[in-house]
């Protein structure tokens, strides 16, 4: 049957000669996919410009009890953003970040309040003027409480390492594995998950500090999403903000 969803676009790949396959997390059913009729006609119900990540579009689909992969009939802006496609530093870190949910969010089911962070993210970063050369690391860390990865900050001592494995700080050095940060990483992690989109831009870091921060953020997520691939927008993302 016909079902109206808002959604936010993850990946998109050419499907045939007439339509594309489109990954959309959406606030009703959670992540799905979708043939997308490909038409530059202005009057088309479906347009493909439309569907570049992160874009947000209301969709109408057939949403069949047996399908898995829905075909889409009408689409149309959801949030037209205004500078996020159009400012390179912007587009970088929306298409690092698309790509990043597009490989770790796998949920087939509705969770509105994720849904609700993704959409209000994008629509932050696309209203910000300046200061958001942290955006991507505050997204990533807000993001693992949504996937149930939040780590442990309670007990926190100086002096002491975290443990990336068991997600929580420790006083010595694990034994039986590396993945753990320093103390004095370990203590920029707990002003990192103190920031938010609005006081980011009081937390100061040099490049150097902020790619060591991702590449700890990144580590992380892998240890606890196993499946998580290296990310092709990770290089473009760096040699931007270089």
């Known amino acids: 049957m016909l079902q109206k969803v808002t959604g936010i676009v993850l990946y998109t790949v050419k499907y045939k ?23 530059r006609a ?17 969709l ?18 959801a949030y037209p953003f205004a500078s996020l496609p ?4 912007k587009s970088a870190i929306a298409l690092f970040l698309a790509e990043f949910l597009y490989r770790s969010l796998r949920e087939e089911a509705e969770n509105r309040p994720l849904f609700a962070f993704l959409r209000y993210s994008m629509m932050w970063l696309d209203g910000c003027r300046a200061g958001f050369a942290n955006f991507h690391l505050v997204f990533l860390m807000r993001l693992a409480r949504f996937l149930g990865l939040s780590p442990n900050l309670d007990g926190y001592a100086e002096g002491d390492c975290f443990d990336l494995r068991s997600a929580c700080f420790t006083p010595a050095r694990p ?12 203590a920029r992690l707990r ?26 953020i990144l580590a992380y997520y892998r240890l606890h999403l196993p499946d998580l691939p290296p990310l092709k927008s990770l290089e473009v993302l760096k040699e931007l903000f270089d």
């Open 17 to 39: 000669d007439t339509a594309m396959m489109a990954t959309v997390y959406t606030e009703e059913v959670g992540r799905a996919s979708f043939v997308v009729p490909v038409s």
């Open 191 to 216: 002003r990192l998950m103190r920031m938010n989109y609005e006081t980011m831009r009081l937390f100061r870091m040099n490049r150097a500090e902020r790619a060591r921060c991702l590449d700890v």
């Open 175 to 186: 034994r039986t594995h590396a993945d753990y940060i320093i103390p004095e990483e370990a």
């Open 42 to 58: 202005k009057r088309s119900a479906v347009r493909s410009v439309l569907f570049q990540p992160p874009a947000l579009v209301e």
């Open 60 to 77: 109408e689909a057939d949403f069949r009890p047996t399908a898995t992969v829905y075909r889409v009939r009408e689409a149309k802006s």
């Open 86 to 89: 159009y400012d390179p530093r």
